[in-house]
């Protein structure tokens, strides 16, 4: 064999060695590889969802334009509200024992830290406030006699008394016919995650909630869109992951910034019932974690 194929043939059995061991060790290359993407992937996504969460629940909050007012001492005076159950149940801040105790002229606000006093501050007000809901909605038609048997009303443990008895009795929110019916059109429309039912069948601890800052927001002539816009502020610290997600699905999908969404739409069935919020997370799937909870019935 001359020089020039003995050179043919080294050469020829390196590229054999190369592709072997390039082959052995391709799956490994591979695996490497995708690896390093889903790493990038992820850590965009969850770069996306801190921005998100940020806008959706952010630090500073959202305040309404309403006060806590006087509603806390009627409250209290009415029975609805027992001072000493209420404090065993709810660590509250000297701020918060003011509101209930001596009221305050400073707007209603809510943040992480405070979402469960407000919570049940509004609870207490849309159970004692007399509504339209009561009347007409299920809770006055379907479930006449029964009122006492949800988990708004039977649920309500910190009144004096059964809190059934305070159930629509007081005229706390000055409120016209008209500005009833306003309440009732809006309410029909305003889900929750936690269940199915509208504002307008207020049977758990949320949705009697919602249905006092509609009624607050209306009795201040709020305009409606902006009205849809103050009770999705509230319900993303309620219900912050169905928020997030739904607010991850309209910047992926739609290119839309959450305050750009339209807030009606957002407290709609599709997007905030509790059937609306699963579809909406499968489509999303699973996001990456983040610090932000969510809520539940009863909580």
Not at 13 to 27: A, D, E, K, P, W
Not at 41 to 48: C, F, I, P, R, W
Not at 140 to 150: H, M
Not at 265 to 276: H, I, Q, V
Request: proline fraction near 4%; include cysteine.
């Amino acid at each position: 064999m001359n020089k020039k194929n003995i050179l043919i043939l080294i050469a020829f059995l390196v590229l054999g060695v190369g592709g072997l061991v390039l082959g052995m060790n391709m799956n490994t290359f591979k695996e490497k590889y995708q690896g390093i993407v889903k790493a990038k992937s992820d850590a965009k996504a969850l770069a996306t969802i801190t921005d998100i969460a940020s806008r959706v629940v952010p630090k500073e909050g959202f305040s309404l334009p309403v006060s806590w007012g006087d509603y806390g001492p009627k409250l209290v005076e009415a029975g609805v509200i027992d001072m000493a159950q209420f404090e065993k149940a709810v660590h509250l801040t000297d701020e918060q024992k003011k509101i209930l105790t001596e009221g305050s002229s400073d707007n209603l606000k809510i943040d992480a830290s405070n979402s469960q006093f407000v919570v049940d501050f509004l609870w207490a007000l849309g159970l004692a406030q007399k509504s339209i809901i009561y009347d007409q909605g299920p809770l006055g038609t379907d479930y006449k006699g029964q009122e006492g048997s949800f988990a708004s009303t039977g649920g309500w443990t910190l009144a004096k008394g059964d809190a059934v008895n305070y159930l629509n009795k007081f005229d706390l929110i000055p409120l016209t016919a008209e500005q009833q019916d306003e309440v009732a059109r809006i309410a029909k429309g305003v889900y929750r995650p936690c269940c199915d039912n509208p504002t307008w069948f207020p049977d758990c601890n949320h949705g009697m909630a919602t249905l006092a800052a509609i009624e607050l927001l209306v009795s201040k002539s709020v305009p409606e869109n902006d009205i849809y816009r103050y009770i999705l502020d509230i319900n993303s610290f309620w219900f912050s992951q169905t928020y997030i997600t739904n607010a991850y699905y309209m910047k992926t999908t739609r290119g839309q910034e959450w305050d750009k969404v339209d807030a009606k739409e957002m407290l709609g069935k599709d997007f905030s019932s509790y059937t609306g919020a699963s579809d909406i997370a499968k489509k999303t799937g699973p996001l990456p974690q983040n610090a932000v909870g969510g809520g539940s019935c009863g909580t």
